[in-house]
């Protein structure tokens, strides 16, 4: 057995869902939607499986999926791609990542990453080889700072991994913080690896900035995105890589031996999807900023102290303020086992030295499933 995957503890998602379902919780825990997605997106996939090719489609994705990503990109985000050469469909994000991981470092590489951090991305910096430099992010702003990116970067570091908007934190990162970044990466010849998934799922009128568009980052940076993120559906699994001609020729090597391609009929659909209005996507942030400034009120009312969350599907609480002794994963098996309601620690998602008084919830649910968590949580201001 490999070590490394061995070794591995059972996820905290795993632990806080299967406790969700012991004690018949409101999952808050993990992140999915409870809306089934766009009806017209999901007709044209079942369109697709009856009447569409279901054989192999081309490794790098079907030709009209990634023209429609160049298409889309350009129109939201100004970027110039070429659909044949700069641009390539995976079987979701976290294939897109984990074979940029293995395309772009050899053992002994150095790799920038920011905790908390998504839960794949260290495990599969370590079996690429990878050696993780991890910069700290503290609430309540989680602020890249030049002296945390000054000790992390070294003579040695190849990549960087960057996800923005940020989860857990529901932080966008801001035009300073993301030309510090730029600076250093391109100082230090790293290329950086942008997990990009929550791009459309940010608000407050805020727009995103790829890093395929800061100075200097066109012929140095990748860039990750996610049909399941923008669309709600996170079981589709279609991802999208973007990258200048160099990295893709080594990146699609990665690709074509790890998953090869991707469900042709998803690819018909997606390609549909990225080309609706851009009132639909804006209604859809409407409609999770909704959500999420209905959990926060509610939790404001109860007494918990809500930190800003201005992307993502993710809000998170403070613990500090009721008490500085009380620790979020003790706090989370609590709340899950005597108010019935399944929260994620934060601490969880952090390598070493971690922040342990913050709990993220998921405001990407109906009305109802956010009242009736709410209607429960309330004992605790009882209490």
Request: aromatic content about 8%; some cysteine.
């Amino acid at each position: 057995m490999n070590s490394l995957f061995a070794a591995l503890p059972t996820t905290v998602f795993e632990t806080m869902s299967a406790l969700a379902r012991q004690h018949e919780a409101v999952n808050l825990g993990q992140g999915f939607p409870d809306d089934p997605g766009p009806r017209d997106v999901r007709e044209k996939a079942a369109e697709a499986v009856l009447d569409g090719w279901n054989q192999y489609p081309p490794m790098m994705g079907t030709l009209d999926l990634r023209r429609a990503v160049a298409t889309h990109y350009r129109d939201w985000q100004g970027l110039d791609l070429d659909p044949e050469r700069e641009v390539m469909v995976t079987s979701g994000a976290t294939e897109a990542i984990a074979g940029a991981l293995l395309a772009l470092i050899e053992p002994g590489d150095e790799v920038v990453l920011f905790q908390p951090l998504y839960d794949a991305y260290l495990p599969l910096v370590k079996r690429a080889g990878g050696v993780p430099r991890l910069v700290r992010l503290v609430p309540p702003h989680w602020r890249l700072t030049e002296e945390a990116l000054a000790a992390a970067f070294t003579p040695r570091t190849k990549l960087v991994l960057f996800n923005n908007p940020h989860n857990p934190t529901g932080r966008v990162f801001d035009a300073e913080e993301l030309a510090l970044l730029a600076h250093f990466c391109t100082r230090s010849g790293a290329v950086l690896v942008s997990d990009e998934v929550w791009e459309h799922v940010i608000f407050d009128g805020l727009a995103h900035q790829s890093v395929l568009a800061l100075p200097g980052m066109r012929e140095r940076a990748v860039k990750i995105g996610s049909a399941g993120k923008i669309f709600g559906m996170t079981g589709w699994k279609v991802g999208f890589v973007c990258a200048a001609p160099e990295l893709m020729r080594v990146l699609s090597k990665a690709h074509q031996f790890l998953t090869f391609t991707t469900p042709p009929a998803l690819q018909h659909a997606v390609a549909y999807g990225l080309g609706k209005e851009r009132e639909w996507f804006h209604a859809m942030r409407a409609g999770l900023q909704r959500s999420r400034d209905r959990l926060a009120e509610g939790l404001t009312r109860i007494g918990l102290s809500v930190l800003p969350s201005a992307g993502t599907y993710f809000l998170n609480v403070d613990l500090a303020p009721l008490s500085p002794q009380l620790r979020d994963e003790p706090f989370c098996l609590s709340l899950v086992a005597r108010e019935g309601v399944a929260a994620i620690p934060v601490s969880a998602f952090y390598a070493q030295d971690p922040v342990e008084s913050v709990v993220r919830l998921c405001f990407a649910k109906t009305d109802a499933t956010l009242d009736r968590a709410l209607e429960r949580l309330g004992t605790l201001r009882q209490g």
